[in-house]
């Protein structure tokens, strides 16, 4: 693409949305989600997440595989996927360290509705996999999404 294109092309999503900041983060699936096209519409919470400022990525790495153990027995989670942040952009196309955009994962979970995401969030194993959350992250910022299916 000619540069100049480029260039338009990116002080033109500023006006629809705004600042945009870019991570990369390979799919790591660890629940898949039912098959389509025959399973309902799922509710998804999306969060992104921030190490403890004393762990090394590595640590965060290693302690993000105990908790994928810890969700599997969360009840009621209909599919998950961890992905962990390999690289960022806090301009677009243009790379940036780890202190300009402190993000380390991304974790999709999904379930059958807002009473069964409740259910697995106040259950006792939830609870011990936020005990675990606590002893390497320090910022979760979660998001629910309601799939609306394109055809």
């Known amino acids: 693409m000619h540069s100049g294109m480029a260039a338009t092309r990116i002080a033109d999503e500023q ?3 705004g600042e945009l900041h870019i991570v990369t983060a390979p799919q790591h699936v ?9 399973r309902a519409a799922l509710l998804k919470r ?15 790495r290693r302690e993000w595989i105990v908790q994928r153990d810890l969700v599997r027995k969360t009840p009621g989670v209909a599919a998950y996927r961890q992905n962990v942040v390999i690289a960022r952009e806090r301009a677009k196309g243009k790379p940036c360290a780890y202190d300009e955009l402190p ?3 991304i974790v999709e979970l999904w379930f059958e509705n807002t009473a069964t995401l409740q259910a697995a969030f106040t259950s006792p194993e939830e609870r011990s996999t936020m005990r675990h959350v606590l002893t390497f992250l320090s910022e979760i910022t ?4 309601e ?5």
């Open 46 to 60: 999306i969060s992104a997440l921030q190490r403890r400022s004393d762990l090394t990525e590595d640590e965060f």
């Open 147 to 151: 799939e609306h299916r394109v055809v």
């Open 142 to 145: 979660a998001f629910l999404v």
């Open 103 to 105: 993000i380390d994962g």
């Open 15 to 17: 006006h629809f949305i």
């Open 30 to 38: 660890v629940v898949p989600l039912p098959t389509a096209p025959k």
